[in-house]
T-cell receptor
Framework: AQTVTQSQPEMSVQEAETVTLSCTYD???????LFWYKQPPSRQMILVIR??????QNATENRFSVNFQKAAKSFSLKISDSQLGDTAMYFCAFRLEWGGSEKLVFGKGTKLTVNP | DTGVSQNPRHKITKRGQNVTFRCDPISEHNRLYWYRQTLGQGPEFLTY????????KSRLLSDRFSAERPKGSFSTLEIQRTEQGDSAMYLC????????????FGQGTRLTVV
């Protein structure tokens, strides 16, 4: 089964602190892409960070970084120096490709609140 | 280009009525996806187009659902004989060619069936 599990339905963090959102996934594929998407309240989903499974180096985008453990099928997101604008739903996803088709498989999301 | 555009943003309909949603992808993107998102859940895949060809349909897409992408540009998603269980946010996304491309999402159409 191709699934994504986000075990933290809600999290909160104080402004300027660091928070880590967890994600585990299950796939039989060897080459795939992993993503973290952010969905602010009433706004569209935007890509935060992506990771190619064949790359061992963890991806980093400014204050956002991932801890990718391929053997453990774990893909956590660390947000440093949290800002009020980081308040949103965060979805972990992987891209599944087969026979010319493709889709993103999403977790249920983690609602992150950054408190002033 | 201002990104992926979806219309309408909100739709309230009575049970049994038909509804149609429209998605305008980013102009150079040949890949288009529809997802459904219910409260407290992540988006679930419905269907995938490459240019005008519908290459994949989820089992979630019952016979009452149909999607088209004429000429490989905008796409429509129609739901016939709506049911209360169809109430959800319907998201459209598009991406370009290549293995390392990002999917850009629209703001979605929120459907409420009463």
């Amino acid at each position: 089964a191709q699934t994504v599990t986000q075990s933290q339905p809600e999290m909160s963090v104080q402004e300027a602190e660091t928070v880590t959102l967890s994600c585990t996934y299950d796939t039989s594929e060897n080459n795939y892409y992993l993503f973290w998407y952010k969905q602010p309240p009433s706004r569209q989903m935007i890509l935060v960070i992506r990771q190619e499974a064949y790359k061992q180096q963890n991806a980093t985008e400014n204050r956002f970084s991932v801890n990718f453990q391929k053997a453990a099928k774990s893909f956590s997101l660390k947000i440093s120096d949290s800002q009020l604008g980081d308040t949103a739903m965060y979805f972990c996803a992987f891209r599944l490709e087969w026979g010319g088709s493709e889709k993103l498989v999403f977790g249920k999301g983690t609602k992150l609140t950054v408190n002033p | 280009d201002t990104g992926v555009s979806q219309n309408p943003r909100h739709k309230i309909t009575k049970r049994g009525q038909n509804v149609t949603f429209r998605c305008d992808p980013i102009s150079e993107h040949n890949r288009l996806y529809w997802y459904r998102q219910t409260l407290g859940q992540g988006p679930e895949f419905l269907t995938y187009f490459q240019n005008e060809a519908q290459l994949e349909k989820s089992r979630l897409l019952s016979d009452r659902f149909s999607a088209e992408r004429p000429k490989g540009s905008f796409s429509t998603l129609e739901i016939q004989r709506t049911e209360q269980g169809d109430s959800a946010m319907y998201l459209c996304a598009s991406s370009g060619s290549g293995v390392n491309t990002e999917a850009f999402f629209g703001q979605g159409t929120r459907l409420t069936v009463v």
